[in-house]
C-alpha cells in the first residue's frame, strides 16, 4: 500500500460514496472501487459493507481510519520537519535532556539565548536515557546534552568531553505524610531498610539505578530502587505510600503544584553528599559554531 491508496481510503470513509470520490479525482467509480478492494485484499480485512450502493465502515475499517489519518499526519510532519532540517542545517542545534527536571534548566537556557541579540539558530530537543544520550553524542547525533550528575558515576571517556555545570542544588526524599518516617526531619540509611524507592526516567536507565545505589552505604540493608515513567506517576505513587521517592530539591516545585500529601525530608547517607548538579555536556572536537555561540550565553543558574 502507498500514501496515495490510504489517501483515497480516507476520502471513501469520510464521503460514503465511492462516485462522491471519483468525481472529485476525476477517475471513474470502478476505479476508486478496485483501490479499495486492493487495499482490502492487501491487508487481508474487510473495511467497508457495501449494500443497495450504499456503503458504510466495518468496525475494522472505523479503527484502520483512525490509525491511517495519524500516519498521514506524522508523515506529513516528518516531511515538514526535514525540509526545515535541510534548508537550516548550518544553524542548527541538536540538545537532548535526562529528565523534566534537566528540560526545565535547558528550557531556560534556550530562551535565554532568543533573548539576546545574537546569531539566529534553530533548536532541536529530545528526552533520553543517559546512556542513549552518551550513545548519540558519540555518534553526532546530539551536539549536546543536559544531564544531573548526582552520587557517584563514572561516564564512559569522561576525558572527551566538557562540561558545564548550570545549577546545583540538593537531592531530598519525598515522602508520604501517612508514612511513619514523615515525622521525622532527618532520613538516614537505616530508615530506608524494606523501603521502596522509587526515581523518574522516562527510559528505561542502569545507569540512574546504579547511581542511587551509589549512594547508599550498607550492603546488609534491603532496597528496591525502582523506576517510574513519568513525573505524574512518581508524585501519585509517593502519595498514595507506594513508595519514597528521589527528588530535585529547587526544581521540583517549579515543574508542578506541590502535592499537600508529600513531604520533603534531607537524607544523611553515610556514604555520598546528597548534591546535585545539573551540567551540559558536549564533545571537545565538536566544532559546531552554534554549539560555541549556545555554549559561551549560558548563565550559571543559582540554587532557588
Not at 468525481?23 to 478492494?37: D, E, G, L, M, P
Not at 558515576?153 to 526524599?173: C, F, G, K, R, T
Not at 506517576?233 to 506541590?258: C, E, F, K, V
Not at 508529600?262 to 548538579?277: A, D, G, M, P
Request: proline letters at 3%.
Amino acid at each position: 500500500m502507498d500514501s496515495d491508496q490510504l489517501k483515497v481510503f480516507l476520502d471513501v470513509a469520510q464521503q460514503g460514496s465511492f462516485g462522491r470520490v471519483a468525481k472529485q479525482k476525476y477517475v471513474t467509480q470502478r476505479a476508486v472501487s478496485r483501490q479499495i478492494s486492493r487495499l482490502e485484499t492487501e491487508i487481508g480485512v474487510k473495511l467497508f459493507t457495501r449494500s443497495n450502493n450504499r456503503i458504510s465502515l466495518t468496525p475494522a475499517g472505523k479503527y484502520f481510519a483512525g490509525r491511517v489519518q495519524e500516519y498521514l499526519n506524522n508523515v506529513d510532519s516528518t516531511i515538514a520537519e526535514l525540509q526545515e532540517i535541510s534548508q537550516s542545517a548550518t544553524n542548527s542545534l541538536y540538545i537532548a535532556y535526562f529528565s523534566i527536571f534537566d528540560a526545565y534548566i535547558m528550557e531556560k537556557e534556550i530562551i535565554n539565548y532568543k533573548s539576546q541579540n545574537l546569531p539566529q539558530i534553530n533548536f532541536f530537543t529530545s528526552e533520553e536515557s543517559v546512556e542513549h544520550i552518551l550513545a548519540d553524542l558519540t555518534l553526532n547525533k546530539l551536539d549536546c546534552a543536559y544531564i544531573n550528575h548526582y552520587g557517584s558515576y563514572d561516564i564512559p571517556h569522561a576525558e572527551q568531553y566538557n562540561v558545564v555545570p548550570v545549577y546545583s542544588n540538593e537531592m531530598v526524599l519525598g515522602i508520604s505524610k501517612h508514612n511513619p518516617l514523615s515525622s521525622k526531619n532527618y532520613i538516614n540509611e537505616s530508615d530506608l531498610n524494606g523501603q521502596n524507592l522509587l526515581y523518574y526516567s522516562s527510559e528505561k536507565s542502569d545507569f540512574m539505578r546504579k547511581t542511587f545505589k551509589a549512594t547508599l552505604n550498607h550492603s546488609s540493608f534491603q532496597y528496591h530502587i525502582q523506576r517510574v515513567s513519568s513525573i505524574e506517576q512518581l508524585m501519585t505513587s509517593t502519595a498514595l505510600d507506594q513508595g519514597i521517592s528521589y527528588i530535585p530539591a529547587g526544581l521540583i516545585d517549579l515543574i508542578m503544584q506541590r502535592d499537600p500529601e508529600i513531604v520533603y525530608r534531607h537524607f544523611l547517607s553515610e556514604q555520598k553528599k546528597q548534591n546535585y548538579t545539573m551540567q551540559l555536556i558536549y564533545l571537545k572536537n565538536n566544532k559546531s559554531k552554534p554549539l560555541k555561540q549556545f555554549v559561551k550565553s549560558i548563565k550559571i543558574q543559582k540554587a532557588l
